[in-house]
């Protein structure tokens, strides 16, 4: 050290805020961000906060906050739900389309990409959403982006979250 210089310290480190995880969060690619444009009146967080009080009420537990942010490191349409900053799921949505779900597993009567639905794995159909009626009209349950995300999600806390306490 020159002479007559001070003793340079390392800057403090705050360990709280290392130490802070967020217990349940989303992270979505560019293109899903207008599903939380508007604040707390955006689509994807009224589902969010509709769920925490549906499992408060029906279970009994309260889920804490469910952090949504962005993440340039995700494909435009892709999610990632986190469990204490851990994956625990991903999927890609894709845009202008819904989700359609056939019940019975008969032969495929729409036209689509074809894809499993997140939360339960079955087999399914994305396709235009402006052809959502005649989805519907043959036979398909008929799953808009902000529902798909938010039953995966509710999926996932219940498994991986509610699951994880045992009764004693």
Known sequence: MPQGAAPTTPPKENLEDLLKVEPLAIEVGLGLVRMVEGGANSPLLRRIANLRRQLATEIGYLIPPVRVTDNLGLKVSEYVILLKGVEVARFELMPNCDLAIHPGGGPQV??????????????????????????????YTVVDPVSVLGTHLAEIIKADVIGCFRPI
């Open 110 to 139: 729409i036209d689509g990409t074809q894809a499993r639905e997140p939360a339960f794995g079955m087999p399914a159909v994305w396709f235009p959403s402006a052809r959502a009626e005649e989805a519907r009209q043959s036979g």
